[in-house]
């Protein structure tokens, strides 16, 4: 397994896609920072009274939307650039446990999500209060407890993704196929799930992937309405999710042809 994990370690950080997404993952950090000067000029040209009620998104706002896109698009690759390019077939000959190799490409690529996520979240929040400095802006004051509980699962969120856009290639084989269906669940679902009459509107939009981070743990500061799911509830439909998704490609990798 040691073996197999140090391969695929080498695999991923030598492929150009693996650099295209930590790159946009990077660049991303830096609009928090573009962001909270924004919100600094925003507040210093507000009247004193309508500072008491102005509310900005925080810092990490601008990751919070990427990242999510960024894991599929690494999951994805993990698994299906190896069928594009017919490459599986030679790492199938040199490691024929298909599941030990199955897991390492999931670990692997979860890992290195998981810890640029938290790197770039971390990075960004801190030059992002640095910036706001004294200003009493709610979202950028919460505390710091509050705030690495929330970055910690905004980062194990990302990882989780990940995983099932992983397991989904896994099915479908096509990278196309699977960051098209990722981004379908992330983007498009939310929108087509408030076209339904209430109340199922609000438990199905809290149901998706894309919105169980901030049920399990908000941004201090921001509004308390996130979806209908408590945070234990949310955290066991997330695991749900990669299980699921896991345990579909994991049977697609063991049992079909290469």
């Known amino acids: 397994m040691i073996e197999a994990l140090a391969a695929e370690w080498y695999k991923l950080r030598t492929i150009r896609s693996t650099f ?34 102005a509310k900005a998104a925080p810092a990490e706002q601008p990751l919070a939307v990427a990242l999510p896109v960024c894991a599929v698009v690494l999951g994805a690759l993990t698994v299906t650039s190896e069928y594009t390019h017919g490459m599986v077939r030679t790492t199938l000959a040199v490691l024929p446990n298909r599941l030990a190799l199955y897991a390492a490409k999931g670990g692997v690529a979860a890992a290195t999500m998981l810890a640029a996520s938290l790197a770039a979240l971390a990075a960004g929040v801190a030059a992002g209060n640095a910036i706001v400095g004294d200003r009493p802006v709610a979202t950028f004051r919460g505390p710091v407890p509050d705030v690495a509980v929330h970055l910690l699962w905004l980062g194990m969120t990302t990882a989780a993704v990940t995983l099932i856009a992983f397991g989904l290639g896994a099915v479908l084989r096509s990278t196309a196929a699977t960051i098209t269906a ?77």
């Open 20 to 53: 295209a997404v930590l790159g946009t993952v990077a660049a991303f950090m830096l609009l928090c920072l573009v962001w909270s000067w924004y919100v600094t000029r925003y507040w210093d040209g507000l009247p004193a009274a309508r500072k008491a009620t």
């Open 182 to 258: 990722g981004m379908a669940v992330l983007f498009v679902a939310p929108g087509l799930a408030q076209l339904l009459p209430s109340p199922w509107d609000e438990r199905i939009w809290s149901a998706l992937p894309g919105s169980l981070s901030n049920q399990i743990a908000g941004a201090p500061g921001s509004s308390n309405v996130h979806g209908v799911l408590a945070p234990s509830a949310a955290i066991a439909l997330l695991v749900t999710y990669v299980v699921v998704a896991l345990g579909a490609g994991a049977f697609s990798f063991t049992r079909r042809d290469a």
